[in-house]
């Protein structure tokens, strides 16, 4: 009874988590007007290219993917080795002040975003970046919460390996790229994943520094569907069911890494 019991939980979780997901492709299929019906389609429909062709004559859906993609595996890449140098200097590096900077680097993550908006955007006004990819790119690169995870990794990694590359003649970058880093590949590609989560999914400061068309990501092209008098409910459901796809395959891709490093966690705890 007992695992009866679990089974049926756990079922009754994924129906809650799948149903959500599942409306959104069926309302994608549908017309607007008929997701309004009572009762509701509980079945795909056959608009789906409609939709998606309305989609693409709104928002110029296609390029708005593309520029998602490249920012965020821009910010992903850079994101991800700034957090690891970091990690890596505050975990093995012995300097006056250490504990105090990262302190200081713990601190930010109770800053909220919407305080640095308005000191952000007037840096990114003052260089002339204003409606640029690097607004949305550089100012975030250093990101407490990856130069936290990736100390931690750092931390449990063996000295005697280091010096033992340094008596081999190997450099500090050598050491870092060639012993080092891929020993935390699990981190590494958790960290990956919530990078480039978080860069896919920004809305509030891509929708405050970006004013071109051309240069929209997917949350911002999203909300140019929501007008005054009018919402293209089945094209939103449309754009964020195809938005979801490149985080799937982001995870499909770095899960071996990401449950590795949850399961490794687990052990050492």
């Known amino acids: 009874m007992k695992r009866l019991l679990i089974w049926a939980l756990a079922l009754a979780g994924a129906l809650v988590s799948v149903v959500p997901f599942y409306w959104m492709i069926v309302a994608a299929t549908h017309d607007g007007s008929e997701l309004f019906a009572s009762p509701p389609p509980f079945l795909p429909g056959g608009d789906l290219l409609a939709n998606l062709q309305k989609l693409e004559e709104s928002v110029h859906f296609a390029r708005v993917m593309a520029t998602s993609l ?103 970058l050598r050491i870092f790229y060639r012993i080092v880093l891929p020993c935390v590949r699990p981190q590494l590609g958790a960290l990956v994943i919530f990078t480039f989560m978080s860069q896919w999914n920004a809305f509030i400061w891509p929708l405050l520094m970006l004013n071109s068309e051309e240069r929209y990501t997917v949350p911002v092209a999203l909300n140019h569907l929501i007008g005054l008098s009018h919402v293209d409910y089945a094209g939103l459901m449309l754009g964020a069911f195809l938005a979801t796809l490149p985080l799937m395959l982001v995870f499909l891709i770095f899960q071996r890494q990401f449950v590795a490093g949850l399961m490794g966690g687990a052990v050492k705890g």
Do not use: H
């Open 70 to 172: 490249w920012t965020a595996l821009v910010y992903t890449v850079l994101s991800a080795l700034v957090s690891a140098m970091c990690g890596y200097g505050l975990a093995k590096y012995r300097f006056r002040g250490r504990g105090l900077l990262l302190g200081v680097v713990l601190a930010t993550m109770m800053i909220p975003m919407q305080v640095l908006l308005v000191p952000l955007f007037q840096m990114m006004a003052s260089v002339g970046w204003v409606d640029t990819f690097q607004s949305i790119i550089i100012p975030f690169l250093a990101n407490s919460f990856g130069i936290f995870l990736m100390r931690q990794a750092f931390m449990e990694f063996p000295d005697e390996l280091l010096e033992s590359g340094r008596l081999d003649g190997a450099g500090d």
